[in-house]
């Protein structure tokens, strides 16, 4: 029924067709009270024999086995697709080489003022800068020492392994995060030894 709406099919129409069938001996039919079930008639059928059956086994063997290969060729293809819309357009390529070419004539323009002798940092400047990176890398040294002196008072009678208390609090050290007062201290000891000099 869900069939014959589905299609658009006249109760009518399906019932003359299945009618006209039968009449001509192509399917067959039982009834049941006022139902008709239609059958196909079995004897219409070619039942295939033992050897029929192996070679429709084998072609479907064949057949699943060209599908593996027609899908692993598929999966290939699809990949190199893949790579080859990852790379670069020429056009991109021609972009990406006029910017690198820029940067290039920048830094040989850089690099020929400095070996010229031209400042490029005036003095007040550089020592502005080198003054307020002092100025912070002190900061820096008096907050390490306070946190020190404050963690040290905390446990000092503390039954707890240190470095799982410290993991439970969250706190990470400067080594932990692979960085020291002697990876920043060279700028202040130079400008120390400029000072002495004087």
């Not at 202040?188 to 004087?198: G, L």
């Amino acid at each position: 029924m869900q069939t014959m709406i589905k299609y658009n099919l006249k109760k009518t129409a399906v019932q003359k067709a299945l009618d006209t069938l039968s009449d001509n001996g192509q399917i067959s039919f039982k009834e049941y009270g006022k139902q008709k079930i239609y059958l196909a008639r079995q004897d219409k059928f070619k039942i295939p024999n033992k050897e029929e059956l192996d070679q429709m086994k084998e072609d479907i063997r064949n057949l699943q086995d060209a599908l593996g290969i027609q899908k692993k060729a598929i999966t290939e293809v699809e990949a190199e697709i893949k790579a080859l819309q990852s790379n670069l357009t020429l056009e991109e390529i021609r972009t990406k080489e006029a910017e690198l070419l820029s940067e290039v004539d920048e830094m040989g323009s850089k690099l020929s003022k400095l070996l010229s002798g031209v400042v490029l940092v005036k003095p007040e400047d550089k020592k502005l800068i080198e003054g307020t990176y002092i100025e912070k890398i002190n900061h820096w040294k008096r907050r390490k020492r306070m946190f020190k002196e404050l963690w040290d008072a905390i446990t000092e009678n503390s039954p707890k392994d240190l470095k799982e208390f410290k993991e439970e609090l969250g706190l990470e050290y400067d080594e932990d995060i692979g960085v020291s007062f002697q990876m920043y201290g060279e700028l202040d000891n130079h400008s120390k030894k400029r000072k002495i000099a004087r």
